[in-house]
C-alpha cells in the first residue's frame, strides 16, 4: 500500500514537472505525461530497482490499472457533455456520416496493405492477423485529443465536430473488430458464427447505451436532493465510479459471450445527464476540474506500461511501419472524403483527419481480445508499437491542426483560468 500511494506521487509531481519542460517547447502537456511514464517505466528509472522510484515491471504497472480505468470514466463522462440536442441539430449529421466512413475507409486500406503483406511472405503475418488489425486501425483514442482540446482551450466547428466524431469512433470500432475478430476465428478454425460476427457487438452497443441512459437519468433525479455544489460534485463522481465498476461486468448466454464498452456507457450517462439536467453545464466543469489529477495519471501510467522490448523485434517494425503508413491515409482520406461528402468547411475538411490519429487504450483492448489469434501475440507488439508512435506524436499532430484551423490562439496564456490570448495581441 504504502509503495503504491509513493508510486502515484512520484507519477503525479513527474509528470507535472515534464509538463513545464514541455511548455517551453510548446509541445502539448499530454505529451510530456507520456514521456514522464517512459522514462518512470521499467525501462529506465524503473532498472535501478529503486523501490517507490519508477516501476520496476509491467505487471506493477498493471496493478494500477484500476486509476487508468476510472480516469476513462470521466473522460468519456466529459465527451458525453458534447451530445447537447442543440448541437446535434446542427452537426449530428456530419458527424455521424464522418465518424462510419473514416472508419470504414480506415480498415478497408489498411486491410488491403497488411494482406498484401501477407501474400509477399505468408511466414511474416497470418491473413487472419492482417484482417484484425485492419479492424483495430478503426479506433481513436479519445483521451489524448481531449486533453489537448482542454488544454489549449480549443473552440471552434473543427472542435465540436472532432469531439463528436471520436466519440461516434468508439461504436464503429467496437463493430468493425467484433466482425473482423469473427471473421478471423473463422478463418482459423473453419467455422464462421454468425451470432459472434453480428450479434455480440449489436448487443453489447444496445446494453451499453441501455445502462448509460438508465444512469444518465438516475443521476439527474438524485441530484435534485442535494443543493450544495460539494454534494452535488460527490453523487457525480460517485455515479462515474458506479458506471466503471458496471461495465466491466460480463455475462454468459450459451456460447456467447456479453458485456459492457466503459467509453460507451460512460459517455450515453454523461449525454443523458447533460441533456436533462438544467445545472449541468457548471457540474460538468466541476468534475473536470476534480478529475485533473486523475487524469495526468492516466496518461503517465500509459506511457510507463509501452513496452520498449517490442523495438528490438525487426519484423514488428516493419509490419508496425506499414500499419501506421496505411492507418495514417486511411484517417486522413477518409475524414476529407467524408467531409467533402457532407460539405463541410474547407478548415474542417483539411484538418480532422490528423486529429483522429490518436490511438491508446481501446486499441489495445482490441489487441488484448485478439490473442487467441494462432499469431496473437504479432499483433499486440504492432498495436504496441504503433501506440507508442502515435501517442507521442499525435497530440503534437493535432494541436497543430486545431492551431492552423484557428481554433487555438497563439500560445500567450499567463493564467490558467483565462482564455488563451495572442502574444502579440497582448503586448500590443
Not at 20 to 49: E, Q
Not at 282 to 287: A, D, I, K, S, T
Request: proline letters at 3%; a neutral charge; aromatic letters at 6%.
Amino acid at each position: 500500500m504504502e509503495q503504491m500511494l509513493i508510486l502515484l506521487a512520484v507519477c503525479l509531481v513527474g509528470g507535472l514537472l515534464m509538463s513545464r519542460v514541455a511548455k517551453k517547447l510548446s509541445l502539448p502537456a499530454v505529451t510530456a505525461y507520456l514521456v514522464a511514464g517512459l522514462l518512470l517505466g521499467p525501462f529506465c528509472i524503473g532498472r535501478l530497482n529503486i523501490s517507490g522510484l519508477g516501476f520496476q515491471s509491467l505487471e506493477q504497472v498493471d496493478g494500477l490499472r484500476v486509476v487508468t480505468q476510472v480516469a476513462l470514466g470521466f473522460i468519456a463522462f466529459a465527451i458525453g457533455n458534447e451530445f447537447r440536442l442543440s448541437q446535434l441539430k446542427t452537426m449530428g449529421r456530419q458527424a455521424i456520416t464522418v465518424g462510419i466512413l473514416q472508419a470504414v475507409i480506415t480498415t478497408a486500406l489498411v486491410d488491403v496493405a497488411l494482406v498484401a503483406l501477407h501474400f509477399i511472405n505468408p511466414n511474416l503475418l497470418s491473413l487472419p492477423s492482417a484482417i484484425t488489425l485492419g479492424a483495430i486501425a478503426a479506433a481513436t483514442a479519445p483521451a489524448a485529443t481531449l486533453m489537448v482540446v482542454k488544454q489549449y482551450k480549443a473552440d471552434g466547428p473543427l472542435t465540436k465536430l472532432l469531439l463528436l466524431v471520436v466519440a461516434i469512433d468508439d461504436a464503429v470500432g467496437l463493430v468493425l473488430f467484433s466482425a473482423s475478430i469473427g471473421i478471423a476465428r473463422a478463418l482459423e478454425q473453419g467455422s464462421i458464427s454468425v451470432a459472434a460476427v453480428v450479434l455480440e457487438p449489436i448487443i453489447e452497443i444496445v446494453l451499453s447505451l441501455g445502462l448509460g441512459a438508465l444512469s444518465g437519468f438516475l443521476l439527474n433525479y438524485l441530484e435534485k436532493f442535494f443543493h450544495s455544489r460539494s454534494k452535488r460534485l460527490s453523487i457525480s463522481v460517485a455515479f462515474v465510479l458506479l458506471t466503471v465498476g458496471l461495465s466491466s461486468l460480463k455475462f454468459h448466454v450459451g456460447d456467447l459471450t456479453f458485456g459492457f464498452s466503459l467509453l460507451l456507457v460512460c459517455m450515453m450517462t454523461g449525454t443523458v445527464f447533460c441533456n436533462i439536467c438544467d445545472f449541468s453545464e457548471e457540474l460538468m466543469g466541476r468534475v473536470d476540474r476534480w478529475s485533473a489529477p486523475v487524469n495526468i495519471l492516466f496518461f503517465v501510467l500509459s506511457g510507463a506500461e509501452l513496452d520498449l522490448n517490442i523495438l528490438s523485434n525487426p519484423m514488428v517494425l516493419l509490419i508496425g511501419l506499414v500499419y501506421i503508413v496505411a492507418r495514417s491515409v486511411g484517417k486522413y482520406l477518409g475524414a476529407y472524403g467524408s467531409c467533402r461528402l457532407t460539405h463541410c468547411s474547407n478548415s474542417i475538411t483539411h484538418n480532422l483527419g490528423i486529429t483522429l490519429l490518436p490511438q491508446a487504450g481501446v486499441a489495445l483492448g482490441m489487441a488484448q481480445t485478439a490473442a487467441t489469434l494462432s499469431d496473437g501475440a504479432m499483433v499486440r507488439s504492432v498495436v504496441l508499437f504503433s501506440v507508442l508512435i502515435y501517442e507521442l506524436v499525435g497530440p503534437v499532430l493535432t494541436k497543430r491542426a486545431l492551431t492552423r484551423a484557428g481554433e487555438i490562439c497563439p500560445e500567450g496564456k499567463t493564467n490558467a483560468r483565462t482564455p488563451n490570448k495572442d502574444s502579440d495581441a497582448a503586448q500590443a
